[in-house]
DNA sequence: GATAGGGGTTCCACTAACTGGAAGGTCAAT
DNA sequence: ATTGACCTTCCAGTTAGTGGAACCCCTATC
């Protein structure tokens, strides 16, 4: 099969595929001609990547998830114990969101929305920072809201 | 004030506040010596910049909701707008990584953990591709599972 | 005056997981 | 011979920074 074939079957990119074999996680043979040759087997992994990221497994879980797909004397814990962190990662990242979603709502709600300027929301955004010096001015003024973990990928 | 100041003043790192500078958030003037010299109205900016930054909006989201705010004019209706449109990506997040949570944990709650190779968790994943040509083979197997657009730093 | 420290400055590279596009080779059919 | 669809590689860009190197500045101390 050629690249587009394993793509369409798979659901994945070229691109993506073309990617994958980059960094490692498939290694189709090549042709005379320079294209790449995939077989059930490559087409199986991809198909296997491609669900393990669609359940938000990061490039480096599938990795290791594959070498124990591919192990069959591997033990099951071991599986688990990925799909737990992985678990434990999503509901965290389920929580800053609802908590996000909860201010953000409220600031929403209090906001008119009409033709006047005043604005909860920008009000909210905009707080004077102390102009005093010292840790007390700092401790006085700071409101802190939890930083939504950037790396967001945390879904991984 | 000097960067080091703004930075403990606003909890922005000093190198987050020079990428502010790179991409055009904030102008401090420069001193003699090359120092980037920070007012309060800078130190506000940065401030504001920052509690955008922890609701989620996206650095293109401060932007805007940056110049509305410099804006005594606008409408609230302007700043709701992009208010609700950022919650609403929030909420669908949300909901797509409970869908997630759920696939993940039957499967985790399924596997035994021991030191058995049988895991349903990797039966899961890695379910073969059929070797059937054409569409209906491929309607026959494929199961989409919907992918977490992995733009997953969809909270903006 | 030399030196040490704790600032500050720039610039380059790296992160995750691709995606888009350019330039060009291959293949089957017309 | 020439389309057109496919394949190849390579480079750049995406988000929002972070880490590090090399180097300048300022103040205090010896």
Not at 96 to 106: I, K, P, R, V
């Amino acid at each position: 099969m050629n690249i587009g074939d394993v793509s369409e079957r798979s659901g994945l990119p070229a691109k993506t595929i073309r990617y994958y074999e980059d960094i490692g996680l498939v290694r189709p043979p090549r042709r005379e001609n320079g294209y790449r040759e995939f077989g059930y087997r490559e087409l199986n992994t991809l198909a296997f990547l491609g669900r393990a990221r669609s359940l938000g497994f990061s490039i480096e879980d599938c990795r290791t998830l594959l070498s124990l797909y591919e192990d069959r004397e591997r033990s099951s814990s071991e599986v688990k114990a990925i799909a737990k962190i992985h678990l434990t990662q999503i509901d965290r990242k389920i929580e800053e969101l609802q908590a996000l979603s909860a201010t953000l709502g409220d600031l929403v709600a209090r906001c008119q929305g009409d033709k006047r300027p005043d604005c909860p929301i920008i009000d909210d955004l905009a707080q004077q920072v102390s102009r005093e010096d010292g840790d007390q001015a700092i401790n006085r003024t700071s409101r802190k809201r939890d930083k939504p973990s950037l790396d967001i990928h945390a879904t991984q």
